[in-house]
């Protein structure tokens, strides 16, 4: 499976109480004034308010499992197998939706296809080519000019942009960004993040996104950590609609289930 990098990449988890957090922001900050200490002339300014919402949405799973498997194999073996793997999908489904999931009341919005950054995207403006040492700074230099903290900043690309980028060399044949390379790859100054589940083809362009952000500002709301249950009495559908039921198929089921946007 994908590494479930948004698990990694920093984003900040935040606890959701009674299933939705609500989050203030400023709109338009204030303004402070220069003036005479005796008569000062402040003018009053009116900062405006915001919000951000994070609304409970559930992500689970149902896995039914021979309960003659798991007596061959080991019952101790088999659930820690099948436990690591659904810890695996559920971070991997994270993963997914933090970038591309559609939103709405059952999925996070994703941010690679969120209103402004597909815009952005989609309104690129440096052409088809390659970025390069002398178009990345401007675009890092934008990415300042917004004023954010700067705690955890990081580029994120899928693995076809990063080859791409080990690939680029000068027309003496050196390579133009060797410090993407090995197992702590950077790109101006910057660590890189290299995920999977990025895809190449998405925008308007056909191409692959580079994004450069401050993780700590992207938030993951929590209401229920991945809780496991099993049962060898429960009925269940599976995949294809048919109807099970654990007791006279002589199963035990595991259901996972997490919680949150």
Not at 101 to 112: E, S, W
Not at 166 to 175: R, Y
Not at 199 to 218: C, I, M, Q, R, Y
């Amino acid at each position: 499976r994908p590494v479930a990098n948004i698990l990694q990449i920093g984003a900040r988890r935040i606890p959701m109480i009674a299933g939705k957090t609500h989050i203030a922001r400023f709109a338009v900050g204030n303004n402070v004034y220069w003036g005479n200490a005796e008569s000062p002339g402040v003018k009053a300014t009116q900062p405006g308010f915001g919000e951000l919402i994070l609304d409970d949405k559930a992500l689970s799973a149902l896995v039914p499992v021979s309960n003659k498997w798991l007596r061959n194999a080991g019952a101790q073996r088999v659930s820690q197998f099948i436990l690591s793997d659904l810890m695996a999908a559920i971070g991997q489904e994270l993963t997914r939706a933090a970038w591309y999931g559609t939103g709405g009341d059952y999925q996070p919005q994703g941010l690679l296809i969120a209103g402004p950054l597909l815009a952005a995207m989609n309104n690129y403006t440096y052409g088809t080519g390659m970025p390069s040492r002398a178009n990345l700074p401007p675009m890092i230099a934008s990415f300042r000019k917004q004023n954010g903290p700067m705690v955890n900043v990081r580029w994120l690309m899928g693995p076809d942009l990063w080859a791409a980028f080990a690939a680029a060399v000068s027309t003496t044949g050196q390579s133009l960004f060797p410090e993407i390379m090995g197992s702590a790859p950077m790109l101006m100054g910057f660590p890189v993040v290299i995920d999977n589940q990025v895809k190449t083809g998405l925008d308007a362009h056909g191409l692959s996104p580079l994004v450069l952000a401050d993780w700590n500002e992207f938030l993951i709301g929590e209401s229920q950590a991945m809780e496991i249950a099993i049962s060898n009495v429960v009925s269940y559908t599976d995949a294809s609609g048919n109807a099970g039921n654990a007791f006279v198929q002589n199963q035990t089921v595991i259901r996972s289930i997490w919680s949150g946007d």
